[in-house]
């Protein structure tokens, strides 16, 4: 079975700094999605990026892009210019035969 | 667009009960799914669906049951809660899904959640 490991469960940035959230994965597969979900306070899941795995360019959306690292099975995701509404618990999830999830990390943004 | 809605938002239920929790999306997405979030553990897929009349287990489907007769609604049972059931609830939805097993593909779209509690 696919597992996801983020070994970060909390992190903290100062506002308009750069934090980098790590995630791997391990999964025999070689076609499947990456993504980054956001959950703040209100519970609500957000996605915030996605990445294909037969995609080599990083995915990017505004300030947030990801350093996917196919071989290492590596999948960061980096918050450039943090604001307050960023924080929330992210997390990464892999979905290939299935859909499996990390445990999160927990982001808080200091003013 | 309403998106996915679910309802309740917050329940409490005694051991032996039984209750519906109820989602249901507008976008016309076939790929449905339930999952469950716990302290310090992501979210794990329960049920899912790749159409009416469609449904299958996911990592933890045991005291569960689902069904789908229509695009729009994806109902989970809980026939006899268990403290064990205690969780956060969530329902979501998405275009698409992969030709192998229980995943989507593309952006899923997540209900607000229902707060469950087992005593």
Request: charged fraction near 15%; hydrophobic fraction near 30%.
């Amino acid at each position: 079975a696919q597992t996801v490991t983020q070994s970060q469960p909390e992190m903290s940035v100062q506002e308009a700094e750069t934090v980098t959230l790590s995630c791997t994965y391990d999964t025999s597969e070689s076609n499947y999605y990456l993504f980054w979900y956001k959950q703040p306070p209100s519970r609500q899941m957000i996605l915030v990026i996605r990445q294909e795995a037969y995609k080599q360019q990083n995915a990017t959306e505004n300030r947030f892009s990801v350093n996917f690292q196919k071989a290492a099975k590596s999948f960061s995701l980096k918050i450039s210019d943090s604001q307050l509404g960023d924080t929330a618990m992210y997390f990464c999830a892999f979905t290939g035969n299935d859909m499996r999830f990390g445990a999160g990390t927990r982001l808080t943004v200091k003013p | 667009n309403a998106g996915v809605t679910q309802t309740p938002k917050f329940q409490v239920l005694k051991t032996g009960q039984s209750m519906t929790l109820q989602c249901a999306q507008d976008m016309n997405h076939e790929y449905m799914s339930w999952y469950r979030q716990d302290p310090g553990m992501g979210l794990r897929l329960i049920h899912y669906s790749v159409g009416a009349g469609i449904t299958d287990q996911g990592e933890v489907p045991n005291g569960y049951n689902v069904s789908r007769s229509t695009t729009e609604d994806f109902p989970l049972r809980l026939l006899s809660a268990a403290p064990s059931q205690t969780s956060v609830y969530f329902c979501a939805s998405s275009y698409s899904y992969g030709l192998a097993g229980a995943s989507s593909t593309d952006t899923q779209y997540f209900g607000p959640g229902t707060r469950l509690t087992v005593l």
